[in-house]
C-alpha cells in the first residue's frame, strides 16, 4: 500500500488550500483515512478523519474551517481548508488504517503566512 500526498503549498491568512491523498495497492473496503500535521518542535496530530462510510472527525482547531472527504471509487481522500490561520502551519500527513495496519504518506507542507 502506498499514499500520495499533494496540494500543500504558501498561502495568505484567510486564504485556502485543498490536500489531496491518492493510495494505490492493495486497499480494503473497509478503513479509514485520515489527516494528521505536525508543526515544528510539535506532535503529530491528528486534523480529521473519515471512515468508509462516511462518518467524519474533526479536531477541534479545525471544525468548521476544514472539511474532509473521499472517493472510494479512486481511494482518495480530500481535505479542503479554509480559513487558513498561521497556527495551521505544519507538514499534513495523510493515513490510511485497515486490518489494525497503518499506513502514512509522505507529507506535503503547508505554510501560511500572517
Known amino acids: 500500500v502506498q499514499l500520495q500526498a499533494s496540494g500543500g503549498g504558501l498561502v495568505q491568512a484567510g486564504g485556502s488550500l485543498r490536500l489531496s491523498c491518492a493510495t494505490s495497492g492493495s486497499i480494503r473496503s473497509i478503513n479509514t483515512m485520515s489527516w494528521y500535521r505536525q508543526a515544528p518542535g510539535d506532535q503529530r496530530e491528528l486534523v480529521a478523519g473519515i471512515t468508509s462510510t462516511g462518518s467524519t472527525t474533526y479536531a477541534d482547531p479545525v471544525k468548521g474551517r476544514f472539511t474532509i472527504s473521499r472517493n472510494n471509487a479512486m481511494n482518495t481522500v480530500y481535505l479542503q481548508m479554509n480559513s487558513l490561520k498561521p497556527e495551521d502551519t505544519a507538514v499534513y500527513y495523510c493515513?490510511?488504517?485497515?486490518?489494525?495496519?497503518?499506513?502514512w504518506g509522505q507529507g506535503t507542507l503547508v505554510t501560511v503566512s500572517s
Open positions: 493515513k490510511l488504517d485497515q486490518r489494525a495496519i497503518a499506513y
